[in-house]
């Protein structure tokens, strides 16, 4: 009896280490990254510096080619979320694409972060730097209302 418990212990052990090795093997490449971002959309004058320096801390990893790629970004399956989360958010709204961002864009941004969906909850965990706080929202609104100078 304990000789075939053990044995089924050791059947489902080398299951999971199987599962997990080939988990680990399916690797989405990760994101283009890069740094080259000077004349992207949240260096234009249509965003102020303050508003600058909050998106690159609360959202840039998903909204910019600026993406910081840390080693557990390269573990399954979080990686396929990952990955996964920075192409879409990027096809959405990428501020390193030289363009300027228009008042809609604009009023999207801070209704996202205003109401708690950006970023989302379960890249807080992780980053808990990203957190919007009330005078980063507010700050925020300031901007949508035009109340922002440099
Ligand atoms: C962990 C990655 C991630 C971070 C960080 C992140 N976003 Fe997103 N964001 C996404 C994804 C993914 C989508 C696309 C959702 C979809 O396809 O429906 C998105 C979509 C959006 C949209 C489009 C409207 C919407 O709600 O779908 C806005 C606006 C937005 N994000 C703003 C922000 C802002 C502002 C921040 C920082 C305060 C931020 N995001 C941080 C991943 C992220």
Redesign the pocket.
Known sequence: MAILTKRRVGLVVSVVVGLAALAQAIQPPPPPLGKADKAGAWQTKAVPAQVRTL?AR??A???SNDTNWPWYARLSPGSWLMSD??S??RR??NFSIEYTLDEE?IG??VE??GNG????PS?LWMHPE?R?SESDKALLNRWWMGDLTE
Request: with cysteine.
């Open positions: 998106l609360a959202c990893d998903c909204h989360h920075v879409r958010g959405r709204l864009e999207e941004i996202a972060a969906s950006m970023p989302p890249y990203a919007l």
